[in-house]
């Protein structure tokens, strides 16, 4: 990394991803390659357990719940994440599975703590949950939950991208994948800015169309279905 991009031979100047050194402990006592694969598959795997339940309880019966969990297994972008080389945001498809089970069992001590649990995945994670905040509070009707969500992700983000990351660097700090948004501004902030006053350049990033062509990738083996609910994309925005 640090050939690559200069000053980040610390990896969490690259990319915050605490939850690495769970993974480390059981590969600490079987340091072998099979530790780390057999170890990604179980997690990812795992999501089918969260899915299953929140099939059973929107759907109403257990073959539904069935059924939409063997979509996700069989869904090919599951797949590929899963057996594709192995870093940490894969690891928030289970955790964001159990938050929205939480959510929607209103078991609000679990929700928060699988809020919390998201955002700590990686740096960014802290929009996803913002997002998902939106929803919740102007679909969902659910205001403190709502309202939670978006104060924690993006103070979250902010915290971690602002001052965490650029204090475990400890010189001029430029985020791994700021050049992606560099004509928006500088930094955190100055691209938050500059989403919001350059809305025609927002949509033509937001409708780049390698983003069009991986949207119809994720939607053509569900048959376009979630296209239908469009409240429910809003954190892929």
């Known amino acids: 990394q640090e050939f690559i991009v200069p000053g ?12 690495i050194y769970i993974l480390a402990i059981p590969f600490k006592l079987i340091p072998r390659p099979e530790t780390v ?5 179980a997690l990812m795997l795992s999501s089918a357990i969260p899915l299953y339940k ?12 069935l059924f939409i969990t063997t979509l996700l297994l069989w869904y090919p972008t599951f797949q590929y994440i899963t057996l ?7 690891f928030s498809i289970p955790i964001l599975l159990w ?14 703590l699988f809020v919390i649990l ?18 919740a509070l102007l679909f969902a009707k659910r205001r403190k939950e709502g309202v939670s969500a978006i104060i924690l992700g993006l103070g979250g983000f902010l915290l971690i991208a602002n001052v965490i990351m650029p204090a475990l ?14 004509q928006f501004g500088n930094g955190a902030f100055g691209i938050m800015r500059g989403v919001i006053s350059q809305p025609l350049l927002t949509l033509h990033k937001v409708f780049n169309p390698l983003k069009i062509v991986n949207l119809f990738m994720l939607a053509f083996p ?3 279905i979630p296209l239908a609910v469009p409240s429910a994309l809003l954190g892929i925005v």
Not at 84 to 90: A, D, G, P, Q, V
Not at 102 to 112: C, D, H, I, P, V
């Open 8 to 19: 980040t031979f610390n990896y969490f100047t690259a990319h915050f991803v605490p939850f």
């Open 37 to 41: 694969i057999v170890l990604n598959v």
């Open 54 to 65: 929140l099939a059973v309880r929107l759907g109403g019966n257990k073959r539904f719940g």
């Open 84 to 90: 594709y080389e192995f870093e940490m945001l894969r």
């Open 99 to 112: 938050m929205l089970y939480f959510f929607e069992t209103r078991r609000t001590a679990l929700y928060f």
């Open 118 to 135: 998201a955002i700590l995945v990686r740096e960014e994670m802290g929009l996803t949950v913002a997002m998902f905040g939106i929803y």
């Open 169 to 182: 660097r400890g010189e001029d700090y430029i985020h791994i994948a700021a050049g992606e948004f560099s």
């Open 222 to 224: 569900l048959l376009g």
